[in-house]
């Protein structure tokens, strides 16, 4: 809508109501990943046998969460920048960033301080620490349960910017 202009026929479309018009841009690619997600942790886990020391529900769950938590991010980019060449070019080194500095690789604990602090920025991170502790090492619920709570600020951080779309 920002590259060709269509903005105010995608907001009338909606009757003017931008959370229905945002609805209706993020719901069909959230449940297209979410599917791909579970197709994804059924092939991990019941056909290669993966270790799942924890809950499947759970993780299926925080996977959601986790693409509605970028969903949001890129609407906080879309309207902080107001430009989207400048916002996908962000987000693209925002997820670089997030991939890096998971600790997928090499772990957080092990990262210089400020490179600790940094990591969470990411809700990759977070999901990477719920994903880990359910598979393999059966941590407790309520240490996923906050790792959740920890996705849900990414996505709080992105509803709030949704009343600035309107004046793009």
């Not at 841009?25 to 799942?52: E, Q, T």
């Not at 107001?82 to 772990?107: D, V």
Request: one cysteine or more.
């Amino acid at each position: 809508e920002l590259q060709y202009g269509t903005g105010p026929g995608w907001l009338a479309s909606a009757n003017d109501r931008m959370w229905w018009a945002l609805a209706g841009k993020i719901f069909p690619h959230a449940v297209a990943y979410s599917i791909l997600a579970l197709i994804m942790n059924l092939v991990f886990f019941k056909v290669l046998g993966l270790p799942l020391n924890g809950h499947f529900t759970l993780i299926l769950l925080s996977e959601i969460i986790l693409i509605l938590s970028y969903q949001s991010m890129a609407i906080f980019l879309v309207t902080l920048t107001r430009n989207l060449r400048l916002a996908l070019s962000l987000a693209s080194a925002y997820t670089m960033l997030a991939i890096t500095f998971a600790g997928l690789t090499f772990p957080v604990f092990g990262m210089p301080p400020a490179a600790q602090v940094f990591s969470r920025i990411f809700p990759f991170t977070y999901w990477l620490e719920l994903f880990v502790g359910q598979t393999l090492r059966a941590e407790p619920l309520a240490y996923a349960l906050k790792q959740i709570w920890l996705l849900m600020v990414f996505i709080i951080a992105g509803l709030c910017m949704v009343p600035r779309l309107e004046y793009l």
